[in-house]
């Protein structure tokens, strides 16, 4: 059973970091893209970076050079380090397996950044 578990969300202050992970298990960890999403209220859930099993990553434009995204292949776990946030960072933040006969998403982890 694949199960996606995120944590480390929380409330920060406006130029502060968080570091969220997300614990896996029921699949080939190291085989497959993972990504991050975040979904703001009243808005649509976009994508805020993925990363192949090769290491290639890819970005929003509105993260790039604030957000890493990285993965411990043994751990089977994948992190966002945000830093520099902004209160326009405020979001529910999921982690999702995208496969081609379905998607999974874990539960999400609220982050909160006031300015």
């Known amino acids: 059973q694949v199960q996606l578990v995120e944590s480390g969300g929380g409330l920060v202050q406006a130029g502060g970091s968080l570091r969220l992970s997300c614990v896996t298990s029921?699949?080939?960890?190291?085989?497959?893209?993972m990504e991050w999403y975040r979904q703001a209220p009243g808005k649509q859930r976009e994508l805020v970076a993925s990363?192949?099993?090769?290491?290639?990553?890819n970005y929003a434009e509105s993260v790039k050079g604030r957000f890493t995204i990285s993965r411990d292949n043994i751990k089977k776990t994948l992190y966002l380090q945000m830093n520099s946030l902004k209160p326009e960072d405020t979001a529910v933040y999921y982690c999702?397996?995208?496969?081609?006969?379905?998607?999974?998403w874990g539960q999400g982890t609220q982050v909160t950044v006031s300015s």
């Open positions: 029921g699949f080939d960890f190291r085989a497959n893209v």
């Open positions: 999702k397996r995208p496969t081609y006969r379905r998607d999974y």
């Open positions: 990363l192949t099993s090769s290491g290639y990553t």
